[in-house]
């Protein structure tokens, strides 16, 4: 097989262009006098480098604004590098062809280019001998207070290959303090799991290394002591990628700390051949003074309004209906309208069938691969119930799960060697007997296409839920070059994004939903090219208040599916409104057996819906901050804004409730503070006696009238008058 073609590496956040070169003074970015440094802008940051002499480009300074270049010196290298003395974490490790394993960078030349309006500064560098460039490039979007950094090497040579043991795609380094990290990581059924730690002389690594994390490579960085979530300096950041990836934390004895990430080469390599070029995946760093809800800010906005893919961003989500819960594999025509009756009744607008329509899966031991209409479960094919659950007035939306395969399956059957493996080993399943199928071969993709091609084409499916249930294993390859095999988990990658992404232009109006047994693949690689985001299989309304608000503090409310489920993992038994009170924080869904609910459920779930229907404006595309985290006490506190700052939700979700001043938690005062509001503006809580100023409500608070354990509520705040300047 011919690897060639394939080496230029799609950016992992969307296809790149970049057009003409753009005047210095007209963009963030500023060219010194020399034509060597520059200074790059955002809203509250500037970012420093310069070149050394004859020698490489080094970073100065990456901080607040105000900081000018004359007053700071050089902290390291922009592209750190394997060779001469090793002080910084190296970004790049080759070997060239004669086992030479140093690289000497030096300055060739630099341009601005233009890539979807924003400003990008393109620094060339090269070895002083060996045949090798390096292009590093830094896109600027200053209202999100963030920069992206991605890098390309290019082998300029005729005839030897050179071996990337390593490549990274940013680094920067952070001025001399003392700072505590903040990262988000954790397993199955406890994803995004908050974590703080002091760093202290070493190396902190977050890493995957089996393409499922649970976490984020999302990250926050504060000096020690600063925690305010309103003000405080942050830097913060996350790499747009969905395979292997890792995230390095130095801090160096005399306390500068280098932050650098990127894919992850444990048991990785690619070989450029004469004239090839590999590109890494975006890493996006940020910097405010704005606290932790500011970096939240950041990010949310520019992935809502810049990452998300672009036909479907601006949408508003629908009110979806997942039959899993209430049929499991057991699913035939007639009982999925029955469900499909109640749902419509209710307001839902999608309604989504899961696991179980494809032929011979009857559990979860059987079918994958074969991705056909079962024949014994639905006689008639999909076509006649989707006609009829759309004439009830419902999308249709189905689940599939196409880069796994059962062994007991049609595909397998006809080709074994599709799937990972090495020879004379023995392949590792989960407790689900499945297998990863090698999406690195063009057979895999083409197959793959075909299918879920054929699938939406055949049919009028507007949504799909798709899944990804096993960790990697046996990443063997062995039909490859031998020097192509240690590159198959990114050419994995690679396929798995021209599959999505071809798809997609072929079905731009169809929603798609990722999944990854439950949050296993949160990253903005995936973001790029999904709508929305199932953030944890578990929904039980008590787990997943903890999992909003770390989720929130990463990624924006129009991504988080969440159903209202019949999970009580805590035998709470939770009211019903409590439960779409939750669910109504991101995208609402439902996953539970309607069919069964009483007349009074069905009651509530038509007010709630409809109620949900009236906010979800501000709760998709507005800017949430989180007030209160069920993390420092026993409730949790989200507000929603809209841009125009006239109107704003408050959700209050209280957890355990202890008797008076018995516990830390009941001496707290129980105001809570809201924030970005207008100061002059006077605005009306639904349900709350009085108007209050902006101002009052962001510097005294309001005691929301939420009382018991496990009791909710949502208030809608709106401006009723905006004083005269």
């Not at 029955?338 to 899961?354: C, H, N, P, Q, S």
Request: hydrophobic share 40%; net charge neutral.
């Amino acid at each position: 097989m011919n690897f060639g073609k394939y080496f230029v590496f799609a950016l992992a956040c969307g296809a790149m262009f970049l057009g003409a070169c753009l005047p210095a003074q007209e963009s963030a970015i500023t060219v010194g006098p020399s034509g060597k440094s520059w200074s790059i802008q955002t809203r509250s940051a500037v970012y420093h480098l310069a070149v050394s002499g004859k020698g490489p480009v080094n970073v100065l300074y990456f901080g607040n604004r105000l900081q000018r270049m004359d007053k700071v010196k050089m902290q390291g290298q922009e592209v750190p590098v394997r060779g001469g003395n090793v002080f910084e974490m190296p970004m790049l490790e080759v070997v060239f062809a004669d086992g030479v394993r140093d690289i000497e960078l030096e300055y060739k030349d630099h341009e601005i280019l233009s890539m979807d309006g924003y400003p990008v500064l393109k620094i060339v560098q090269r070895d002083k001998h060996y045949p090798l460039e390096v292009a590093s490039y830094i896109r600027v979007l200053p209202e999100y207070d963030v920069i992206e950094k991605w890098v390309e090497a290019i082998n300029t040579g005729s005839k030897d290959n050179i071996r990337v043991e390593n490549m990274l795609s940013g680094s920067v380094f952070l001025p001399k303090d003392v700072y505590e990290l903040t990262h988000y990581s954790g397993a199955w059924g406890h994803e995004l799991v908050p974590h703080t730690t002091k760093l202290t002389q070493g190396i902190k690594t977050l890493q995957v290394k089996a393409f499922k994390s649970h976490g984020a490579s999302s990250f926050m960085v504060r000096p020690e002591g600063e925690t305010g979530m309103n003000d405080g300096r942050v830097w913060f950041g996350t790499l747009c990628y969905s395979g292997n990836w890792r995230v390095d934390f130095e801090k160096f004895f005399p306390g500068l700390v280098q932050i650098a990430g990127g894919i992850n080469f444990w048991d990785q390599e690619i070989n450029l051949r004469p004239g090839q070029t590999f590109a890494t995946p975006k890493m996006l760093f940020g910097y405010t003074e704005q606290g932790a809800n500011g970096a939240t800010a950041s990010m949310a906005s520019y992935i809502r309004e810049k990452t998300l893919p672009a036909p479907l961003r601006e949408k508003i989500r629908p009110v979806l209906y997942n039959s899993w819960y209430a049929t499991t594999f057991d699913i035939n025509e007639d009982q999925q309208l029955a469900l499909a009756k109640v749902a419509a009744e209710l307001g839902v607008e999608m309604f989504v069938i899961d696991d179980g329509w494809f032929k011979g899966r009857k559990n979860a031991n059987a079918g994958l691969g074969d991705w056909t209409v079962d024949k014994e479960k639905f006689p008639n094919g999909l076509s006649p119930m989707i006609e009829k659950i759309n004439a009830m007035g419902l999308d249709f939306g189905i689940w599939i799960e196409p880069e796994m395969v059962n062994p007991d399956s049609d595909l397998y059957r006809a080709h074994p060697d599709w799937v990972f493996h090495f020879p004379n080993r023995e392949l590792h399943r989960t407790k689900r007997p499945q297998c990863m199928l090698n999406l690195a071969r063009e057979d895999v993709y083409q197959y793959l296409h075909k299918s879920i091609h054929d699938l939406l084409k055949n049919h009028n499916i507007k949504y799909v839920k798709w899944d990804a249930n096993k960790t990697l294993s046996d990443p063997g390859f062995p039909s490859a070059p031998a020097g192509e095999q240690r590159a198959v988990r990114v050419r994995y990658v690679e396929n798995l994004y021209r599959l999505v992404e071809t798809l997609r232009s072929e079905f731009p109006d169809v929603w798609f939903e990722n999944c990854s047994s439950g949050g296993g693949r949160l990253d903005l690689g995936m973001m790029a090219r999904f709508d929305c985001t199932w953030p944890s299989d578990i929904s039980d309304p008590v787990d997943r208040i903890f999992m909003h608000d770390s989720y929130l503090a990463l990624f924006p409310a129009n991504t988080m599916v969440s159903w209202v489920s019949e999970k009580d993992w805590h035998r709470r038994s939770l009211p019903l409104e409590y439960k779409f009170d939750v669910s109504m924080a991101g995208v609402l869904g439902i996953g539970c057996d309607i069919a069964k609910w009483s007349g009074g459920q069905r009651k509530i779930a038509r007010e709630k819906i409809a109620q949900y229907k009236k906010i979800r404006n501000i709760v998709q595309q507005g800017d949430v901050s989180r007030l209160v985290s069920p993390h420092d006490e026993n409730r949790n506190v989200l507000q929603y804004t809209d841009r125009t700052k006239r109107a704003a939700l408050v959700f209050v979700y209280n957890l355990a409730e202890y008797p008076g001043n018995t516990v830390p938690d009941k001496q707290r005062s129980p105001l809570v503070r809201l924030c970005n509001l207008l100061p002059d503006a006077t605005y009306r809580i639904k349900g709350v006696k009085g108007n209050f100023k902006g101002s009052y409500l962001m510097e005294i608070g309001m005691d929301f009238p939420v009382k018991g354990a496990y009791r909710s509520g949502i208030f809608e705040i709106s401006m009723i008058e905006l004083a005269a300047p």
